[in-house]
Antibody, heavy 119, light 107 residues
Framework: QVQLQESGPGLVKPSGTLSLTCAVS?????????WNWVRQPPGKGLEWIGE???????NYNSSLKSRVTISIDKSKNQFSLRLTSMIAADTAVYYC????????????WGQGTLVTVSS | DIQMTQAPSSLSASVGDRVTITCRAS??????LNWYQQKPGRAPKVLIY???SLQSGVPSRFTGSASGTDFTLTISSLQPEDFATYYC?????????FGPGTILDIK
């Protein structure tokens, strides 16, 4: 059973950059899975941010594409999210999520980490 | 982007009730439709994938069905632990998109 754990700062200043890392345990990040980030503003719905495969191939939500980068570190079995030019609307719980190939669902989720954008 | 809508946005029901939540996609997604349950302070959990396949470990009172771009989640007999928010999500193409959610609470 793959487990995921997010880590990173809980507070980011406006115009700053968010960096989060997701540690994967119980399985290899080099498997045939896609590694995703999903976020949820307080009291609101879910938004897919993007995904990466172990090859480094990545897909991003066009709404964030100019600000987001997802990277992977196979040696550490982890992947990361970088989101630049943070604004208050980026305040959310950020989840790292595993998804199988093709049309698979998001089947394993981290516990989530709340990131607040505030000065 | 594919837009997902859900109805109702909220629903009050009693233990033992049969409830149905609907989801509609703005274009064909074939059966690449998944249902999630989320409880306060917790990550979502997949219940149904591929429109009608039950995720391992999920009780059989949860069923999913599809008709074109319309999808339904049915809970046959509500249990106390089923009161939560439910989201549909399309996994047909990126950007993957979620419905706005249906809050199921106790009547």
């Amino acid at each position: 059973q793959v487990q995921l754990q997010e880590s990173g700062p809980g507070l980011v200043k406006p115009s700053g950059t968010l960096s989060l890392t997701c540690a994967v345990s119980g399985g290899s990040i080099s498997s045939t899975n896609w590694w995703n980030w999903v976020r949820q503003p307080p009291g609101k719905g879910l938004e897919w941010i993007g995904e990466i495969f172990h090859s480094g191939s990545a897909n991003y939500n066009s709404s964030l594409k100019s600000r987001v980068t997802i990277s992977i570190d196979k040696s550490k079995n982890q992947f990361s999210l970088r989101l630049t030019s943070m604004i208050a609307a980026d305040t959310a719980v950020y989840y790292c999520v595993k998804k199988g190939g093709g049309g698979s669902p998001f089947d394993s989720w981290g516990q989530g980490t709340l990131v607040t954008v505030s000065s | 982007d594919i837009q997902m809508t859900q109805a109702p946005s909220s629903l009050s029901a009693s233990v033992g009730d049969r409830v149905t939540i609907t989801c509609r996609a703005s274009q064909t997604i074939y059966n690449y439709l998944n249902w999630y349950q989320q409880k306060p302070g917790r990550a979502p959990k997949v219940l149904i994938y591929g429109a009608s396949s039950l995720q391992s470990g999920v009780p059989s009172r949860f069923t999913g069905s599809a008709s074109g771009t319309d999808f339904t989640l049915t809970i046959s007999s509500l249990q106390p632990e089923d009161f939560a928010t439910y989201y549909c999500q399309q996994s047909y193409t990126t950007p993957f998109t979620f419905g706005p959610g249906t809050i199921l609470d106790i009547k």
